[in-house]
């Protein structure tokens, strides 16, 4: 590229957040591959925890913001702990250490033990207010045993990398992969908000420099904290199941070759003709949060073809959008105006185009839309001083962008939308059904 590593002032880190990873504190090896953010083995995990306290599935989110569900860390580990001998042995015996992927690679790379906030804030084990861990969560997981990373701001320096081409090159900067989109997206004032179609989806709302906590089904998580300087925290909507149900109808059903093929297909057709797909392959985060929700498509006829359902793949992701988005207005109780999109989906100007219709609203995209790796990259370069503050961002990332406006009816759109919760409601109580 033209370019030597002496050239590179700081190195920032943006991962899957919720992915959790064990190993030796003697060898630092892994004890068990790491179980992803969208692996849904801890159901029965889930149920038994909430079934702890009157809370149920409540019971931490005073403390944390966050319910017990499939999705985050500590539910994880404790799968780990109750399931896996190796992992059982290691706490045993106090050589037990869990961290998410940017621990592990801070870890490996530099030898420092750490976690930044954003991360921390993903395991239903950091106190929310103080940033630090709680020991009530800890005690309710039965992790007292479990060496845990110390917690970190999202833009300081961690260590060096102690080896390699990049030796003695700092890693300053370290956010969850959505909350480094938020930061990509300069969504730095309260209000501001960002939505990145990847795998799944997720749209973040800043809310400024105290967490709100959700009465509509969303998460309060911390956003990003700089340096000594207050956090800020934000409300998040979680879809678990957008750009992954592309790669279902190309891998599962070989429907499709590729993303293309899809938007090619679904622009042949200007309706869905009353099909929807709602993606539960897993279950349904925000804001409906059913784990016993399955993959589901409704509304099919003999007139119905594949164009149909490429296309109701395509809106599926912009109804659960505009689910969270309606959520986020209640509790904000500010309605959002123009919605900023990044993320491999977000390439499809069909898509981009669906997402206003159903919204309502403007969708504002970014010429380049890789902001997750350009929000770590904010991160490392402030705390190293290439930026001295956020002004000095504004015209970062700032050419090329395109706004889409909607272009139905509010009738055409309550109707669709009405269709859509119609659907949700049938792709209910499928998991377990078999059982029962």
């Not at 860390?73 to 706490?91: F, G, Y």
């Not at 409704?298 to 959520?327: D, M, N, P, W």
Request: net charge negative; aromatic share 10%.
């Amino acid at each position: 590229m033209g370019h030597d590593a002496t050239d590179i002032e700081a190195v920032g880190i943006t991962n899957q957040r919720e992915t959790v990873v064990t190993w030796d504190s003697l060898t630092g090896q892994p004890l068990y591959p790491a179980i992803v953010w969208s692996d849904a083995r801890t159901v029965e995990t889930v149920d038994s925890l909430s079934k702890k306290t009157e809370k149920g599935v409540d019971a931490l989110r005073d403390i944390c913001g966050l319910p017990l569900t499939t999705y985050f860390s500590a539910v994880k580990l404790r799968w780990l702990l109750d399931n896996i001998p190796v992992v059982q042995q290691a706490e045993n015996e106090n050589r037990l250490c869990a961290g998410t992927i940017d621990s592990w690679l801070i870890y490996n790379l530099t030898g420092a033990f750490v976690t930044d906030v954003t991360n921390a804030s993903r395991t239903m084990l950091m106190d929310i207010r103080s940033l630090n861990w709680s020991p009530k969560a800890t005690e309710f997981f039965g992790f007292e045993n479990v060496t845990l990373p110390r917690i970190v701001s999202s833009s300081e320096v961690y260590g060096s990398f102690s080896q390699g081409s990049l030796q003695g090159v700092p890693i300053a900067g370290c956010l969850g992969d959505q909350q480094s989109a938020l930061v990509g997206q300069k969504c730095f004032n309260k209000g501001d908000a960002k939505n990145t179609y990847g795998t799944g989806c997720f749209m973040l709302f800043n809310t400024g420099e105290s967490p709100v906590f959700s009465n509509h089904g969303l998460l309060t998580t911390v956003g990003y904290k700089f340096g000594d300087s207050d956090p800020a925290y934000a409300l998040e909507g979680s879809v678990a199941v957008a750009g992954s149900s592309i790669n279902w109808l190309r891998d599962n059903l070989g429907v499709i070759s590729d993303a293309a093929h899809l938007n090619s297909l679904a622009s042949k057709v200007k309706s869905t003709a009353g099909v929807y797909f709602v993606t539960a392959f897993a279950g349904l985060f925000a804001p409906y949060w059913r784990s016993d929700a399955r993959g589901t498509i409704c509304g099919i006829t003999h007139f119905t073809k594949l164009e149909h359902i490429c296309r109701a793949t395509l809106e599926a992701v912009c109804y659960q959008s505009r689910a969270i988005l309606e959520a986020m207005d209640k509790d904000s109780q500010t309605p959002l105006r123009s919605l900023k999109v990044d993320g491999g989906m977000s390439n499809s100007d069909l898509c981009m185009q669906i997402q206003s219709d159903i919204l309502g609203i403007e969708v504002d995209r970014p010429l380049m839309r890789e902001t997750t790796a350009l929000g770590s990259a904010i991160a490392a370069g402030m705390a190293v001083g290439v930026w001295k503050s956020f002004d000095d961002l504004s015209a970062i990332n700032e050419k090329g962008r395109t706004q889409f406006k909607s272009q139905i009816s509010q009738k055409k759109r309550e109707k669709m939308y009405y269709g859509w919760q119609e659907a949700v409601k049938r792709s209910f109580g499928w998991a377990g059904a078999e059982s029962s």
